[in-house]
């Protein structure tokens, strides 16, 4: 074999190679990059995908909407037929069942409701106030996250009608402590529930606000470290944990303006669950319950809650 031809077959396969190199490069480059024509294919395609995932969520949602809107009105229907006696009649009857079966009642409920919850007014609220009186409650707080152009519900324009009138079982505001309480009475009426000699029961009402969460364990927190090196700080530290759990409870409470035991049980009037930064040192160990927005709630469902709550156990580790 000739020196030529091999020096003619070295230069073959080089070319072979460098053609073949080209060809995996402009393979490699049409992959990586591809035509401009079909990108905005592609770019139109997930666009248009888009937009019909936003109409199917749309319209899920206005369908369920119009679920719960034609479910409370049949429901509210029944209501329409009956008469006032009736329907009172109704609801003590349905409440005394529920007091039968629970093994367990709340001494605090407290309501959650949601910035964009538009079903639950003064009267509502007025009913729920009623069946946690019938059932034993003592204590029942309002956490409404809403705006008073939407549908904010104040409670001293809710209890004004109430306030003055000695019979009344609703007690607003509420007192600086239970103590200081039972030694002023007014107006023939006094904190123990003795109403003009009768024994009546009474319904502790509360309003909390947005900045008596977080905010204010932060404010509480703040002035323990500020005063770390006080006398009472320190001796909180060389005691146990539950010393310090206990000092910072009664400064919230004095912060708070009002004392009441944490709440066992919470209702949310929300699409999801969401206690909306709702007393977070207080409601560490509440059961929550989410009724949502827009389905309508009548003593069933209080009853119920009050159901699910009594047959619900709470374990402790050991």
Same mark, same amino acid.
């Given at each position: ?85 009736? =329907? &009172?009649?109704? %609801?003590? /009857? ?5 007091? $039968?079966? #629970? ?5 605090? +409920? ?111 927190? =703040? &002035?323990?470290? %500020?005063? /770390? ?5 320190? $001796?909180? #530290? ?5 010393? +310090? ?74």
């Amino acid at each position: 074999m000739s020196v030529g031809y091999v020096r003619l077959c070295t230069l073959r396969r080089g070319t072979e190679e460098a053609t073949g190199a080209d060809s995996w490069q402009k393979r490699q480059r049409l992959v990586e990059k591809p035509p401009p024509d079909l990108r905005n294919m592609i770019e139109v395609l997930c666009l248009l995908l888009g937009r019909i995932l936003l109409l199917l969520v749309g319209g899920y949602e206005l369908m369920w909407r119009l679920r719960e809107r034609l479910n409370a009105l049949v429901i509210r229907s029944y209501d329409l037929w009956r008469s006032g006696t009736a =329907r &009172e009649a109704h %609801e003590r /009857r349905v409440l005394a069942e529920c007091r $039968s079966q #629970l093994t367990k009642t709340p001494q605090h +409920l407290v309501l959650v409701i949601s910035p964009v919850d538009a079903g639950v007014d003064a009267v509502l609220l007025s009913r729920i106030f009623d069946f946690a009186l019938d059932v034993g409650i003592k204590h029942v707080s309002l956490y409404d996250r809403r705006t008073k152009g939407s549908g904010y519900v104040d409670m001293a324009d809710l209890c004004r009608s109430t306030s003055g009138d000695t019979g009344s079982c609703l007690k607003w505001p509420p007192g600086p402590s239970p103590s200081k309480l039972e030694s002023q009475p007014k107006n023939g009426q006094k904190s123990n529930g003795y109403v003009n000699g009768s024994h009546s029961p009474q319904l502790q009402l509360h309003q909390i606000s947005a900045s008596d969460g977080h905010a204010l364990i932060a404010d509480v927190c =703040r &002035e323990l470290y %500020e005063g /770390r090196e006080t006398e009472l700080v320190q $001796s909180l #530290l060389k005691q146990k944990r539950e010393a +310090l759990t206990e000092q910072i409870t009664d400064m919230l409470s004095k912060r708070l303006g009002f004392e009441a035991p944490e709440p066992e049980l919470g209702i949310v009037f929300a699409r999801q669950t969401c206690t909306y930064g709702l007393l977070p040192w207080h409601a560490r160990f509440t059961e929550f319950h989410t009724h949502p927005s827009g389905r309508h709630f009548d003593v069933e469902t209080f009853a119920n809650i009050l159901c699910k709550y009594s047959r619900c156990e709470q374990r402790w580790g050991t």
